[in-house]
């Protein structure tokens, strides 16, 4: 049924990308310093996936079409899965996602995909103000808790507070990396629990349920909008920053990956290795909380 | 029989179709409009079949599985196992509640436009039901997370437990974790659907000849009696049509719901607890698993119970209005 | 029902009987006002959520990350998905409900059809939403595109289309039928020059109250059309096969509604929830508008053409 459908999808008229090299030369009396180092390219291509790694694209993709004229490219976030499906499809031009496509997909949709890791995304357990008196848990403690063993923060330290867990879907790639990386793999409790998927719910939730505590984005913590809501927390005594992130002391880090479907080329191409240009990866990447892949 | 007359034989003449009337273009056009609607239903009903039945036939889960109460589709911890029972049963749990809430405010309202409301009151109340109908689901689900919710965690924040004093506490209901619940839920499906009820009632209430009302009128009764011995009995099936047009709507919202709901896929035992339907587990993880994954199979599986639930209640309204015209 | 039917006599007039009725009459007033309440109070609350945040330049410029910014090019979208939607719809529907008002004899046939009508209405959306992604977006390889979610949105709201075309369609007197059939038209030439006439004010309504259908609808298009944030749109370029046109069926397009469930999920920086409430205070507006005007045309022209 499916194979008959997609016969018929070769008669269905197909978005034709035209590629053209557009030249920099005239960029070099520009003002702007950045955009002499910027490889334009012409043409319109769509990213998917990963809502972790949205705000760092979403924000190199505008300095990248403000710098270059004719380049448009659409920024979507629909999740990880998202990303690889659609990449794995090839319906969009870079697939985002927060876990290795292999783990996903199955082998041979994976083996097409070849991976560009941008940067490096970190993650931050926090806690609802009134959880006074913790500032750091080891990951045997963050354990007890996400999986239900201790219920009341007193159980590491802290006020006589019942804890509730704000969990993200069971799906996402937070939750996946948190629950390898820090619950070694453990089932989270399922008690006094809620799940959200959306920051803007986790933070609410945060800020006004006593006792709370959930692991969210570094850029999504740094966000002006939640400054002074959440206490965030260390991991096994190390800040939870950039820099620790990115010298590898702190472990609650994953790579963000961006898949193309066969070596890239064209604005796809270019756009990559915009990503990994001096501009962003100095500068750009820490400003939005992620850490440099470059140095 | 016919006589020949000139006037007949003209018209004969004038009926005797040519090519292209026998052709009938246009009729073959607007016919082909017409059924595309069934060509749509069979595609819609098939493909979603075919995906739903994927974690059958492809990952050989078997079917009893579904109905299990454990759900654990993440196979980097432990076996999986495919349970749809929280889903389906927190579905009919917030649509259950939500329709405890809408039926007796929504049918209330169809009365009252029908049978009490002057024309100046209806002129109004009708146009605002409109406009109900027309606010978006996710404007719905915005209001739910940005007042409801924290206003159902201020305010019921702790226990509610009544006490006898011999027997000690003989009814408890934990209070609100978050404001992120099953009544959250309900209550924004309540808003959703009151106004498909109510003008589905109402228009079962209007379709009641005059004379039963004032023929009881003239017996003396009072109006309400005649609502409740004779309105409403007479204008049952509409009223369940109402209700099971409202389910439905109920049944597959999606984002209003998932957004207050808290999603967790439990067995519903209190209205103060977060539960998760199908259409919330659905919106949640469909972007986070890929095409051909268990996981994302399980998802189709779930699409393909909504279906069915959507399909039935056609079917169930259908019958109840054959039983009307039966009577 | 039927020892119902006659209510005792003994009843009659006596105070507990009146008292009740009192209740009632108090009990059915109040759901009245609790629903105009309920609008008004969220009316208010919209108003005083959006007030300082809609603005001429909050519709009229692009969305930004670190100032309020505006809301020009999802606004645009929502119109164009609107369009683009309506162009299938309406046909189609309008043809469909000449189908069913006019040819539709009482047969299996015509019972499938209402059968297919009712069912893809009772469809969830989300369920039609993923329907699309996986004919159009992944079947049809033509990616998160306004062509597919128009497309989807069509399956969607045709038998809505259809249903109140039909309606409008049978609201035609009998007599206007007879008579240009006995004055030797065929029965094509009675649809089209005296039916389909008689029947604008009414086809008018039906497709201003399926379009507002369209404008609120976000689950099939969260699913279809994507949930890109486009940074700016160039109105100059009219090359549909570009896909960075904003003319183009070809591209990316979140409409309000969508752009609404994106940024409460995932928008980053102190004015999102400030641009949630301008962008909804703007989607309900719209839907009071799509209201107002099918009366306010659907009376014009029924005016203007009994008048003629």
Request: contains cysteine.
């Amino acid at each position: 049924m499916l194979n008959g459908i997609r016969r018929i999808s070769a008669l269905a008229v197909a978005a034709t990308v035209v590629l053209s090299a557009c030249s920099s030369s005239g960029s070099t009396q520009s003002a702007a310093p950045s955009s002499a180092t910027v490889n334009c390219v012409a043409g319109s291509i769509t990213t998917a996936g990963s809502t972790a790694l949205q705000p760092l694209i979403d924000a190199a993709a505008k300095q990248y079409v403000a710098a270059c004229t004719g380049a448009t490219i659409n920024v979507q976030g629909g999740g990880s899965g998202t990303g690889l499906s659609q990449i794995a499809q090839g319906t969009v031009q870079i697939g985002a996602s927060d876990v290795l496509a292999n783990s996903k997909l199955a082998t041979p949709d994976a083996d097409k995909l070849v991976d560009h890791i941008v940067a490096k995304q970190g993650w931050i357990m926090v806690t609802n103000k009134d959880v006074t008196g913790v500032t750091n848990l080891t990951t045997a403690q963050a354990t007890d808790i996400w999986t239900g063993k201790v219920t009341n923060w007193k159980g590491v330290g802290g006020p006589d507070l019942a804890i509730v867990l704000i969990l993200r879907p069971a799906s996402s790639g937070t939750r996946a990396t948190f629950k390898k990386l820090v619950l070694d793999g453990a089932n989270e409790a399922t008690g006094n629990t809620l799940t959200e998927d959306s920051n803007g719910a986790v933070t609410t939730a945060i800020g006004t349920t006593d006792g709370s505590t959930s692991v969210i984005g570094f850029a999504y913590y740094q966000d002006p909008a939640n400054a002074g809501k959440l206490n965030g927390l260390q991991l096994d005594g190390i800040d939870a920053t950039t820099a620790n992130m990115s010298n590898g002391t702190y472990k609650l880090s994953a790579d963000g990956h961006l898949y193309t479907l066969g070596q890239p080329s064209g604005l796809t191409a270019a756009f990559l290795d915009y990503m990994m240009s001096p501009a962003i990866q100095n500068t750009l990447i820490p400003a939005k909380g992620y850490g440099p892949v470059v140095h | 029989m016919v006589q020949l007359t000139t006037a007949n034989r003209l018209a004969s003449l004038r009926t005797a179709p040519g090519l292209r009337e026998r052709l009938d273009l246009p009729r073959r056009v607007v016919f082909l409009a017409a059924v595309s609607m069934i060509g749509i239903v069979t595609l819609l009903l098939g493909f979603i079949a075919w995906q739903g039945i994927q974690l059958f036939v492809k990952d050989g889960v078997p079917v009893g599985q579904v109905f299990s109460a454990t759900w654990q589709p993440d196979a980097t911890s432990g076996p999986t196992n495919y349970g749809l029972l929280p889903f389906i049963l927190g579905t009919i749990a917030v649509t259950a509640l939500a329709l405890l809430i809408s039926t007796p405010l929504s049918v209330g309202l169809a009365l009252f436009l029908s049978e009490v409301a002057p024309r100046w009151a209806r002129a109004i109340v009708q146009p605002a039901l409109e406009i109900f109908v027309g606010i978006p689901s996710v404007v719905w689900g915005w209001l739910g997370l940005t007042i409801l919710v924290p206003f159902l965690h201020d305010t019921f924040r702790h226990d509610f437990v009544i006490s006898l004093p011999v027997l000690g506490d003989v009814f408890r209901v934990p209070g609100f974790l978050t404001g992120f619940s099953w009544l959250a839920g309900a209550l924004v499906l309540s808003i959703m659907i009151l106004p498909t009820i109510t003008s589905v009632s109402f228009d079962a209430f209007r379709a009641i000849p005059q004379e039963l009302r004032t023929g009881s009128l003239a017996l003396g009764t009072t109006r309400w009696q005649t609502i409740r011995h004779i309105l409403i009995p007479a204008a049952l099936p509409g009223v369940l049509t109402a209700i099971v047009l409202g389910m439905t709507r109920a049944a597959g919202e999606a984002l209003a719901v998932q957004m207050v709901i808290g999603s967790q896929p439990v067995l519903p035992r209190a209205v103060t607890q977060p539960i998760e339907t199908l259409t919330a587990a659905i919106t949640l993880d469909m972007g986070n698993t890929v095409f051909g994954e268990p996981w994302q199979d399980a998802l189709w599986t779930m699409s393909l119970v909504l279906l069915i639930i959507s399909v039935a209640s056609v079917v169930l309204v259908r019958l109840i209005n054959k039983r009307r015209m039966a009577l | 029902m039927s020892a119902s039917t006659t209510p005792s006599l003994h009843l009659r007039g006596s105070r507990r009987s009146i008292l009740a009725d009192r209740a009632a009459t108090v009990v059915l007033w109040g759901t009245g006002a609790f629903v105009l309440l309920l609008l008004g109070s969220i009316i208010v609350h919209f108003g005083i959520a959006a007030w300082g945040v809609v603005s001429p330049s909050f519709v009229l410029s692009d969305p930004s990350d670190t100032a309020l910014g505006g809301i020009l090019p999802i606004l645009w979208n929502s119109i164009y998905m609107l369009g683009l939607t309506m162009l299938i719809a309406v046909p189609v529907g309008i043809l469909g409900g000449i189908y069913m008002s006019e040819y539709a004899g009482d047969n299996k046939l015509t019972e499938a059809i209402r059968f297919a009508e009712e069912a893809i209405s009772s469809v969830p959306s989300i369920v039609v939403g993923l329907f699309g992604l996986i004919l159009f977006v992944d079947n049809f390889h033509m990616g998160f595109t306004a062509l597919g979610g128009a497309l989807a949105l069509t399956m969607f709201n045709l038998p809505l289309m259809t249903r109140l075309s039909e309606q409008a369609l049978r609201a035609v007197p009998q007599d206007e039928r007879s008579a240009s059939l006995a004055l030797g038209a065929t029965k094509w030439q009675t649809i089209q020059h005296v039916v389909v006439p008689l029947a604008i004010p009414g086809l008018v309504t039906s497709i201003i109250l399926t379009a507002g259908r369209v404008f609120g609808e976000a689950a099939v298009l969260l699913f279809t059309a994507g949930l890109a944030t486009p940074a700016h749109y160039d109105f100059t370029n009219f090359n549909l096969g570009d896909p960075a046109s904003p003319w183009s069926p070809l591209r990316p397009c979140t409409t309000m509604a969508v752009y609404i469930y994106k940024l409460q999920s995932e928008g980053l920086g102190i004015y999102v929830s400030k641009v949630v409430d301008g962008s909804a205070a703007i989607l309900i507006s719209m839907v009071l508008a799509f209201n107002l005007g099918a009366r306010l045309v659907g009376r014009l022209l029924t005016r203007r053409l009994t008048a003629a």
